[in-house]
């Protein structure tokens, strides 16, 4: 597709689930090894920064990993609940995560970001994307050319 297409490699990113380059799934860091020969970029989602899962963002050619829903919506609550729940040893938990991720050279999506107090949050924590309504609303994919020409 990609020799057939009118664009390069480098315009794309696949974002895979990160279970399926983990175990014994070869086959799929492979994929991920040609696919950056091609130039196409690749994200991994559902990272939750166990040992196995750092372990492979270390190897693989692998710039941008989206935070699991769950650890989000941890934070999220502990946000919106109480202040001080953000001593909350889970809460603590994914934030020494981050530093681990980067360091391992990859950037930090985190989705379902609604308020300027949870983006503020993330990016104060080093997560350089996000994703949600506090970024303003969805648009169609054919509205995506006329939005990015408005911004440029």
Same mark, same amino acid.
């Given at each position: 597709?990609?020799?057939?297409?009118?664009?390069? $490699?480098?315009?794309?990113?696949?974002?895979?689930?990160? %279970?399926?380059?983990?175990g014994p799934h070869e086959e799929a860091r492979e994929n991920v090894h040609h696919l950056d020969?091609?130039?196409?970029?690749?994200?991994?989602?559902?990272?939750?920064?166990?040992?196995?899962?750092?372990?492979?963002? #270390?190897?693989?050619?692998?710039?941008?990993?989206?935070?699991?829903?769950?650890?989000?919506?941890?934070?999220?609550?502990?946000?919106?609940?109480?202040?001080?729940?953000?001593?909350?040893?889970?809460?603590?938990?994914?934030? $020494?995560?981050?530093?681990?991720?980067?360091?391992?050279?990859?950037?930090?999506?985190? &989705?379902?970001?609604?308020?300027?107090?949870?983006?503020?949050?993330?990016?104060?924590?080093?997560?350089?994307?996000?994703?949600?309504?506090?970024? &303003?609303?969805?648009?169609? %994919?054919?509205?995506?050319?006329?939005?990015?020409?408005?911004? #440029?």
């Amino acid at each position: 597709a990609l020799a057939d297409g009118p664009g390069e $490699g480098g315009e794309l990113r696949l974002c895979i689930p990160t %279970s399926a380059v983990l175990g014994p799934h070869e086959e799929a860091r492979e994929n991920v090894h040609h696919l950056d020969a091609l130039g196409v970029r690749t994200a991994l989602h559902g990272f939750t920064g166990a040992a196995e899962e750092l372990h492979q963002l #270390r190897t693989l050619p692998v710039d941008v990993v989206q935070l699991d829903h769950g650890m989000v919506e941890l934070v999220h609550a502990a946000l919106a609940d109480d202040p001080a729940a953000l001593d909350a040893p889970e809460v603590d938990a994914v934030r $020494g995560i981050v530093p681990l991720i980067t360091r391992c050279g990859a950037d930090i999506c985190v &989705g379902e970001i609604d308020t300027e107090v949870q983006a503020r949050f993330w990016r104060d924590l080093g997560c350089r994307i996000g994703i949600g309504a506090a970024y &303003g609303d969805a648009v169609l %994919s054919f509205d995506v050319p006329d939005l990015l020409a408005k911004t #440029r």
